[in-house]
């Protein structure tokens, strides 16, 4: 009789583990901030920790769905709590809007870094939620299905990021505030800064998760080869 494998294995940890590595450096460079002066803004932390929101989801239903395989109603329940936390993971990059230039100062380099290396890791966990998700799509529906999905979830990013930057809305405002929430919504739909906004976050992400789904497979064949 042969045993089941274990739902999660180190294997399948590794990334969530380099990816937790990356985020402790990033609150180094804060910490290492406040050493110089006061801190920069400790929404950046709480910022980043939101972008493990969707990295998180969309883990538990990649092994779900790699021992469960065609849980329909599950996969589709838990894509709609991704989609509505996956863009706090590339909102981070708007972040960079609060740096101040110095040329001459120290803090201006250290805290260009630091912003950067934040938006940085928020994005790494935001592609690798994607692709999480973009296989667990395609294993319980279609490939097809799962490619439409995908498409639609990068410009859906952009405009999830606009209502959090420039409307001030949060993710879980779906649930203390839906009515103004959707209001906001539906008045954006025709705002021309909401959808310029969520087209060019949609293509940016887009690229960068060809990139990564492309390194990706092609590591995949060669191991494979």
Do not use: C
């Not at 990033?26 to 939101?50: C, G, P």
């Not at 934040?118 to 667990?136: D, I, P």
């Amino acid at each position: 009789m042969v045993s089941e494998p274990p739902i999660i294995t180190m294997q399948g940890l590794y990334p969530l583990l380099l990816l937790l590595l990356l985020s402790l450096v990033a609150l180094t460079y804060h910490m290492v901030r406040i050493q110089f002066k006061e801190a920069v803004d400790f929404s950046m932390d709480w910022n980043l920790f939101l972008s493990w929101i969707p990295l998180i989801v969309a883990f538990l239903v990649d092994v779900t769905v790699k021992r469960f395989d065609k849980w329909y109603v599950w996969v589709g329940a838990w894509s709609v709590v991704w989609i509505l936390f996956f863009p706090n993971a590339p909102y981070m990059i708007t972040d960079l809007v609060h740096l101040s230039v110095d040329m001459g100062s120290d803090l201006t380099w250290h805290d260009m870094i630091m912003l950067f290396f934040y938006a940085e890791v928020s994005l790494f966990n935001g592609l690798v939620s994607v692709y999480w998700m973009h296989r667990s799509w395609q294993k319980t529906y279609s490939k097809a299905i799962g490619n439409i999905l995908l498409v639609l979830s990068f410009p859906m990013a952009g405009f999830g990021i606009y209502l959090g930057r420039v409307r001030r809305w949060n993710s879980w405002d779906i649930l203390h505030n839906p009515q103004n929430l959707f209001n906001a919504i539906w008045q954006s739909l025709t705002d021309r800064t909401a959808l310029i906004l969520s087209l060019e976050f949609g293509v940016l992400l887009g690229m960068l998760y060809l990139v990564l789904w492309a390194l990706l497979r092609f590591r995949i064949r060669h191991i494979d080869d």
